[in-house]
């Protein structure tokens, strides 16, 4: 069983940084691309980053490409979101989850909100 937890979160003003993490329950998670992505209000969750099991291999969503890093640490099963330059259109619910995504996997989230 996969458990993943994200943390993370807060409230920043437009240009700030914040770093998500996400740690991962279960030894199968270093066998797994794993995404980062992200619901705002009235919106379908959509995929922001993926990260392939080695960390060899990266891909963002256009709207975030050039300010957002992706990572992972396998070693202590967890995936990580750098998020700098954020921009008041980043506030969202975010989460982690395999991808593709596995509907018994999604955790709470964490909420990111940025203030114009």
């Known amino acids: 069983q996969v458990q993943l937890v994200e943390s993370g979160g807060g409230l920043v003003q437009a240009g700030g940084s914040l770093r998500l993490s996400c740690a991962a329950s279960g030894r199968i998670f270093s066998r797994y691309t794993m995404g980062w992505f992200r619901q705002a209000p009235g919106k379908e969750r959509e995929l922001v980053a993926a990260?392939?099991?080695?960390?060899?291999?990266?891909s963002y969503a256009d709207s975030v490409k050039g300010r957002f890093t992706i990572s992972r640490d396998n070693a202590k099963n967890t995936v990580y979101l750098q998020m700098n330059s954020l921009k008041p259109e980043d506030t969202a619910v975010y989460y982690c989850?395999?991808?593709?995504?596995?509907?018994?996997?999604w955790g709470q989230g964490t909420q990111v909100t940025v203030s114009s």
């Open positions: 989850n395999i991808d593709p995504p596995v509907s018994v996997y």
């Open positions: 990260i392939s099991w080695s960390g060899g291999s990266t």
